[in-house]
């Protein structure tokens, strides 16, 4: 039975995760980490809940798993403070890392729908502070020091990788403008900040995972990401799935499995 560990990252409500671990040997290590960031369209209506069933599941698999609440539009999320916290969430590993074995050469994000936005955008980290984008507008932080941890890989499931376009299609009756405060004609400098096509190529893995029976994200979001990274040479993957958006995230379907084992092999 896996252990589970409760940690704050922050002040808020929201601002927490829970680190699910498999039995280790004694003296031994944990092989690296996988970041579940759930979805939900960024609304707070959808919380952890949604990523403890894959953590779960990760942990009874052998993978250490850090299921990572963060606030949403409607409880003190949306622009900027989702993505201050899910890089806030991220960089928690490095406190914990210590206290529970940790390796965090390897560290792999899992997401789902708005979640896979999320932690395709946070692989782009590096390469924030170097978009043109900075100014009064731009307040995510960017920090590179020895404290903030990096992904090596991401699991995209069924998620929302190209913002402009969600945006165009009116996701989720306004979600992108919901998250961002307003539509890009307004803030056109954060909704590049915030699309994960901004930041390509990565200089990680990206596995945009899809499901051929998805009616609530549609397959284009994960083709458009997966051409263009292709098109800049980064190492990524577009993996159809029979399923509907929901199929992804439950641990019993065969589409699920398919990102667990892909999340396996990024973690080598």
């Known amino acids: 039975m896996a252990e589970l560990h409760k940690y704050p990252y922050g002040g808020d409500a929201s601002q927490w ?65 989702t993505f201050i916290d899910v890089l806030a969430g991220i960089d928690k590993l490095e406190d914990l890392a210590a206290r529970h074995a940790l390796n965090l050469g390897t560290v792999v994000a899992l997401g789902h729908s708005a979640g896979g936005h999320l932690a395709a955008w946070a692989a782009g980290r590096g390469k924030l502070a170097h978009l043109g984008l900075a100014d009064e507008d731009s307040q995510v932080p960017r920090r590179q020091d020895a404290t903030a941890v990096h992904l090596t890989g ?87 799935v029979p399923g509907d958006h929901y199929d992804l995230i439950d641990p019993k379907s065969p589409a699920y499995r398919t990102c667990r084992d892909l999340v396996q092999s990024l973690l080598g």
């Open 154 to 240: 991401v699991v995209s499931q069924s998620g929302l990788l190209n913002l402009a376009e969600a945006e165009r299609l009116n996701l989720s009756n306004g979600a992108v403008r919901n998250l961002l405060g307003g539509p890009s004609s307004d803030y056109p400098r954060r909704h590049r900040y915030a699309d994960p096509m901004t930041a390509l190529p990565l200089a990680v893995p990206v596995m945009a995972v899809h499901g051929t029976g998805d009616d609530t994200v549609p397959l284009s979001q994960s083709e458009a990401y997966a051409d263009a990274g292709a098109a800049a040479h980064m190492q990524v993957q577009l993996v159809k």
């Open 17 to 81: 995760g829970e680190l699910f671990l498999p039995e280790l040997p004694p003296g031994g290590e944990h092989r690296g980490v996988v970041v579940v960031i759930h979805g939900g369209y960024w609304r707070s209506q959808y919380g952890a809940e949604l990523g403890e069933p894959i953590a779960k599941d990760l942990a009874a698999h052998g993978m250490a798993a850090w299921n990572l609440e963060y606030r949403r539009a409607g409880n003190g999320g949306g622009w900027p403070n």
